[in-house]
């Protein structure tokens, strides 16, 4: 079966500091993997997806497989970077699979 | 239009009363998304569109739910006398197999 899990609700941080959003997940084949934002008053959007290995707005995350996890970093959060973040998993995208999401993070940054 | 548009965005219903949630997605897009978001949880997945293909409505959480569409255009999600536990924000999202989700805002449907 597929699972996301986010073990935080709610993480706080100051201005500058590092920032850390975990994720795990549970699925039997090769996942692939998603971190979506919804700012405040705005609709749900893509934040990035793993098999892009991109940077977004300064995030990044990577895959381990062998710890099922795809936490979201970046070295210095900004006030601008407070919103509810989701991890997101779903089978083979191409195929046009469902996804997956876990029950969200709320980020706060601090000035 | 340019995103996924859904209408109402907001919806106030008795108990026991039926109603309709509409999707328009995005031009050209084949798949289409339901998803439920209580407050204070993640997103639940309802039901998936995908062309012609049958419908995947494994997330349906009972027969009061029922959702059409029609080709690749507007959906609507139907819930039949509503309960106080479907009090939540509907999600609608559109894509392109292979390329991300677009959602559109969401419907807030509150039962009294």
């Known amino acids: 079966a597929q699972r996301v899990t986010q073990p935080e609700k709610l993480l706080s941080v100051f201005k500058g500091a590092p920032v850390e959003l975990k994720c795990n997940y549970s699925y039997s084949g090769s996942p692939e993997l998603f971190w979506y934002v919804q700012y405040s008053r705005q609709r749900l959007q893509l934040l990035l997806r793993?098999?892009s290995r991109e940077s977004i707005k300064g995030f990044t995350a990577d895959l381990n497989k062998g710890e099922t996890s795809f936490h979201l970093k970046k070295p210095f959060a900004q006030e601008e970077d407070s919103a509810m973040y989701y991890c997101a998993l779903s089978g083979r995208w191409s195929q046009g699979n469902k996804l997956v999401f876990g029950a969200g993070t709320i980020l706060r940054v601090k000035s | 239009g340019a995103g996924v548009s859904q209408s109402p965005s907001n919806k106030v219903t008795e108990k026991g009363k039926d109603v309709e949630l509409r999707c328009d997605p995005i031009?050209?897009?084949?798949?289409l998304y339901w998803y439920r978001q209580r407050l204070g949880q993640g997103l639940e997945f309802l039901i998936y569109f995908q062309g012609n293909s049958a419908p995947d409505k494994s997330g349906l959480p009972s027969d009061r739910f029922s959702a059409e569409r029609t080709g690749e255009s507007v959906s609507t999600l139907t819930i039949q006398r509503t309960q106080q536990e479907d009090s939540a924000v509907y999600l609608c999202?559109?894509?392109?197999?292979?390329?991300?989700?677009?959602f559109g805002s969401g419907t807030r449907l509150t039962v009294v």
């Open positions: 031009s050209g897009h084949t798949a």
């Open positions: 999202a559109s894509s392109l197999a292979g390329f991300g989700y677009t």
């Open positions: 793993h098999i």
